[in-house]
């Protein structure tokens, strides 16, 4: 037997700014597990998805068990337990978008894109192969009045038609 | 033509607005100074009871009532606004958060001073990422000038908000599953009781409101019970003798999408009909209205039989349905019911949480079979059965006619009722959710059913015409079952 440990994983460290605003949510909660969320979505931006070692060091962070992290990572759909492109395209599909087209934004997306829609638990499936995008079905973005929308990271795209997709996708780079 | 009148939203297009400077220019905080200058803490509590304020956020519950439920003598006591806006068709709160967060903080100080409450957290849905950044930036500037943080003013009050990101999941709307949430769990709701207000998050008595319900305060502290209670209808609930007063008193931010000619925010005066709000957001796009689904996608569906419905609280009740979160979807007649409904079962089975079985099996059985109608491959029975309904003495009974046996109709009401009833308003599920999600399925299929049997008939999806599609009123069960209610003299 070697003391050797396979390194399976890659080490997830905050960096010094995400370690300040990590200090500042903990003053806002009474325990320090409530912080879950708010230290979960601070790792996600860091490392681009929630990998099995940030789950371990935001365990060792809040002093939970590992377990209670993974639990709430595998409930909330904005986490990701696989790495995902450099833009996360999400597409509404709930009525108010599904009433207005929204079907004609996602298939103009599948075939720009050359790329099929994640699965909850395949997100390569919905990744292109250069690792730029990937392509996700959500529910309800609160934006019905401006029908249909899609979310590119963090920026929305309002009352959307085929060539403002392109439009909005040419500008990315 | 009904007029809009905007109060939440007056200032909501005025530019900087978010900035605390032409905030302030609008009588921005003078409504909190005059809260906690000219009145004790009890004085506001007792004014948002007369006012008859009614909470946004689905429920329609009295504000006043929930506050009266918080024991006086636990601290701390927590406020958690609720900013998860995620039923489908709901979309006021984003607009508040992003143009005039000031307004929110405003009302967040004036609940705090008059429940003693020193910290608010605002659970904002992930996918707000501009919301939450304006909120923030107003949330600092608020405290740079004095007004959060520790004694403002230099009254001895302290009070701090923090901002709670969410993570996607449409359950954490729910109050419990929100309070969950927050401590760091998965957002699976509780039982109750115990309700919030007495054992709520860190298990401490917590007020959870609406963005909208908490942005009605300045208004109602600024301008007085009087002048807000002239707003809307207050009825007579006419199971008590006199009548107890029913107020659904304000405005409501009324968002208005699908089928229509300017789908939108329109805050209005509550207790118009559906048939006017149409009118007031463009006119409807199509050629007539098939259905309109009232309250957010969880709340029964309306027939072009029931657009007299007044859209208040009380009225769409008692019309068997709901005001929910006032989101609005308008159909028209080229849309297919079954299709519609299929959407908005994916998006159930997508949100159960997965906490109690009923749901957790229930919802995808019922999508099941919706999908399985949709695809043209919906069980239709070989024999036929007599046909129950209003026989000729004029009792419910055997009508001496025979009617066809379409299984998957009968099986898709069975396990949706059985996930919630929706005749005996029972649920067997721990939240409100499991009858989210049976009475759109039972609404759809008992008032749409023409158009259901036509699919599984055809072995296809048929959309009907408009009167083809829509049962009668007099065999509509919910439509004789409904009461309009009186408006108090």
């Given at each position: 037997?070697?003391?050797?440990?396979?390194?399976?994983?890659?080490?997830?460290?905050?960096?010094?700014?995400?370690?300040?605003?990590?200090?500042?949510?903990?003053?806002?909660?009474?325990?320090?597990?409530?912080?879950?969320?708010?230290?979960?979505?601070?790792?996600?931006?860091?490392?681009?998805?929630?990998?099995?070692?940030?789950?371990?060091?935001?365990?060792?962070?809040?002093?939970?068990?590992?377990?209670?992290?993974?639990?709430?990572?595998?409930?909330?759909?904005?986490?990701?337990?696989?790495?995902?492109?450099?833009?996360?395209?999400?597409?509404?599909?709930?009525?108010?978008?599904?009433?207005?087209?929204?079907?004609?934004?996602?298939?103009?997306?599948?075939?720009?894109?050359?790329?099929?829609?994640?699965?909850?638990?395949?997100?390569?499936?919905?990744?292109?192969?250069?690792?730029?995008?990937?392509?996700?079905?959500?529910?309800?973005?609160?934006?019905?009045?401006?029908?249909?929308?899609?979310?590119?990271?963090?920026?929305?795209?309002?009352?959307?038609?085929?060539?403002?997709?392109?439009?909005?996708?040419?500008?990315?780079? | 033509?009904?007029?809009?009148?905007?109060?939440?939203?007056?200032?909501?297009?005025?530019?900087?607005?978010?900035?605390?400077?032409?905030?302030?220019?609008?009588?921005?905080?003078?409504?909190?100074?005059?809260?906690?200058?000219?009145?004790?803490?009890?004085?506001?509590?007792?004014?948002?009871?007369?006012?008859?304020?009614?909470?946004?956020?689905?429920?329609?519950?009295?504000?006043g009532l929930k506050w009266s439920f918080v024991p006086k003598d636990i601290k701390p006591c927590y406020l958690c606004c609720n900013a998860d806006e995620s039923e489908p068709g709901t979309f006021s709160n984003r607009y508040v958060l992003e143009r005039n967060p000031h307004l929110l903080i405003e009302g967040?100080?004036?609940?705090?001073?008059?429940?003693?409450?020193?910290?608010?957290?605002?659970?904002?849905?992930?996918?707000?990422?501009?919301?939450?950044?304006?909120?923030?930036?107003?949330?600092?500037?608020?405290?740079?000038?004095?007004?959060?943080?520790?004694?403002?003013?230099?009254?001895?009050?302290?009070?701090?908000?923090?901002?709670?990101?969410?993570?996607?999941?449409?359950?954490?709307?729910?109050?419990?599953?929100?309070?969950?949430?927050?401590?760091?769990?998965?957002?699976?709701?509780?039982?109750?009781?115990?309700?919030?207000?007495?054992?709520?998050?860190?298990?401490?008595?917590?007020?959870?409101?609406?963005?909208?319900?908490?942005?009605?305060?300045?208004?109602?502290?600024?301008?007085?019970?009087?002048?807000?209670?002239?707003?809307?209808?207050?009825?007579?609930?006419?199971?008590?003798?006199?009548?107890?007063?029913?107020?659904?008193?304000?405005?409501?931010?009324?968002?208005?999408?699908?089928?229509?000619?300017?789908?939108?925010?329109?805050?209005?005066?509550?207790?118009?009909?559906?048939?006017?709000?149409?009118?007031?957001?463009?006119?409807?796009?199509?050629?007539?209205?098939?259905?309109?689904?009232?309250?957010?996608?969880?709340?029964?569906?309306?027939?072009?039989?029931?657009?007299?419905?007044?859209?208040?609280?009380?009225?769409?009740?008692?019309?068997?349905?709901?005001?929910?979160?006032?989101?609005?979807?308008?159909?028209?007649?080229?849309?297919?019911?079954?299709?519609?409904?299929?959407?908005?079962?994916?998006?159930?089975?997508?949100?159960?949480?997965g906490q109690c079985t009923p749901c957790r099996w229930g919802t995808p059985w019922v999508r099941d079979i919706v999908q399985r109608i949709a695809d043209g491959k919906g069980r239709q029975s070989t024999i036929t059965r007599p046909k129950f309904g209003i026989a000729e003495n004029g009792r419910w009974g055997?009508?001496?006619?025979?009617?066809?046996?379409?299984?998957?109709?009968?099986?898709?009401?069975?396990?949706?009722?059985?996930?919630?009833?929706?005749?005996?308003?029972?649920?067997?599920?721990i939240c409100v959710f499991g009858i989210a999600v049976s009475w759109p399925a039972v609404s759809y299929m008992r008032k749409f059913r023409p158009e259901f049997e036509a699919c599984i008939r055809e072995g296809k999806l048929v959309t009907l015409s408009v009167a083809e599609a829509t049962m009668k009123p007099?065999?509509?069960?919910?439509?004789?079952?409904?009461?309009?209610?009186?408006?108090?003299?």
């Amino acid at each position: 037997m070697s003391d050797e440990i396979i390194q399976i994983e890659t080490p997830f460290q905050f960096t010094e700014e995400n370690r300040l605003e990590f200090d500042k949510l903990m003053g806002r909660y009474p325990v320090k597990e409530a912080a879950m969320l708010p230290t979960l979505h601070l790792a996600q931006k860091q490392e681009g998805y929630i990998s099995p070692a940030v789950m371990r060091y935001v365990a060792e962070l809040l002093e939970v068990s590992l377990m209670k992290v993974k639990d709430v990572v595998t409930f909330y759909p904005m986490f990701f337990e696989e790495p995902v492109g450099q833009y996360v395209i999400r597409v509404c599909h709930t009525l108010p978008c599904a009433l207005r087209d929204c079907k004609v934004v996602l298939e103009h997306l599948k075939t720009k894109l050359n790329t099929d829609v994640a699965a909850e638990t395949d997100l390569a499936k919905g990744t292109t192969s250069d690792g730029r995008f990937t392509l996700m079905k959500v529910e309800c973005l609160a934006s019905c009045d401006v029908a249909p929308v899609i979310m590119i990271n963090d920026d929305l795209h309002r009352n959307l038609t085929p060539e403002k997709v392109d439009e909005i996708l040419d500008n990315l780079e | 033509m009904v007029q809009e009148r905007r109060i939440l939203y007056e200032h909501l297009d005025v530019p900087d607005i978010n900035t605390f400077d032409v905030f302030r220019q609008y009588d921005g905080y003078k409504r909190f100074e005059k809260a906690i200058n000219e009145y004790q803490p009890d004085d506001i509590s007792k004014m948002v009871m007369d006012s008859g304020l009614k909470g946004r956020g689905g429920a329609g519950f009295s504000t006043g009532l929930k506050w009266s439920f918080v024991p006086k003598d636990i601290k701390p006591c927590y406020l958690c606004c609720n900013a998860d806006e995620s039923e489908p068709g709901t979309f006021s709160n984003r607009y508040v958060l992003e143009r005039n967060p000031h307004l929110l903080i405003e009302g967040i100080l004036i609940c705090c001073y008059a429940m003693g409450i020193e910290t608010t957290y605002v659970y904002i849905r992930g996918e707000f990422t501009l919301g939450k950044k304006m909120l923030d930036a107003a949330i600092a500037e608020a405290s740079a000038k004095g007004y959060l943080g520790k004694n403002i003013l230099g009254t001895g009050l302290d009070v701090d908000i923090y901002t709670h990101p969410g993570a996607g999941a449409y359950i954490c709307g729910e109050e419990t599953g929100l309070i969950e949430s927050l401590e760091g769990k998965r957002g699976q709701p509780r039982n109750k009781p115990p309700f919030p207000a007495v054992e709520g998050v860190f298990k401490k008595p917590t007020v959870v409101q609406n963005v909208e319900t908490l942005c009605n305060l300045p208004f109602i502290v600024g301008n007085g019970v009087e002048w807000y209670t002239q707003m809307g209808p207050t009825y007579g609930d006419a199971r008590f003798d006199p009548p107890k007063p029913d107020p659904n008193t304000g405005t409501k931010l009324y968002c208005i999408s699908g089928d229509v000619n300017k789908p939108g925010v329109y805050e209005l005066d509550l207790g118009l009909t559906c048939t006017e709000l149409i009118e007031v957001a463009g006119g409807l796009r199509g050629e007539e209205v098939k259905a309109v689904i009232p309250g957010g996608s969880s709340a029964p569906i309306l027939t072009h039989y029931e657009l007299d419905t007044r859209l208040d609280f009380t009225s769409l009740t008692l019309a068997k349905s709901m005001l929910g979160s006032g989101g609005i979807i308008v159909m028209n007649e080229t849309r297919n019911i079954v299709d519609c409904l299929l959407n908005i079962m994916k998006f159930y089975a997508h949100e159960s949480c997965g906490q109690c079985t009923p749901c957790r099996w229930g919802t995808p059985w019922v999508r099941d079979i919706v999908q399985r109608i949709a695809d043209g491959k919906g069980r239709q029975s070989t024999i036929t059965r007599p046909k129950f309904g209003i026989a000729e003495n004029g009792r419910w009974g055997d009508t001496g006619e025979t009617e066809e046996i379409y299984e998957d109709l009968d099986l898709l009401e069975s396990v949706a009722n059985n996930i919630a009833n929706v005749d005996t308003m029972t649920w067997n599920t721990i939240c409100v959710f499991g009858i989210a999600v049976s009475w759109p399925a039972v609404s759809y299929m008992r008032k749409f059913r023409p158009e259901f049997e036509a699919c599984i008939r055809e072995g296809k999806l048929v959309t009907l015409s408009v009167a083809e599609a829509t049962m009668k009123p007099e065999e509509n069960y919910a439509y004789q079952q409904r009461i309009i209610p009186r408006e108090m003299e």
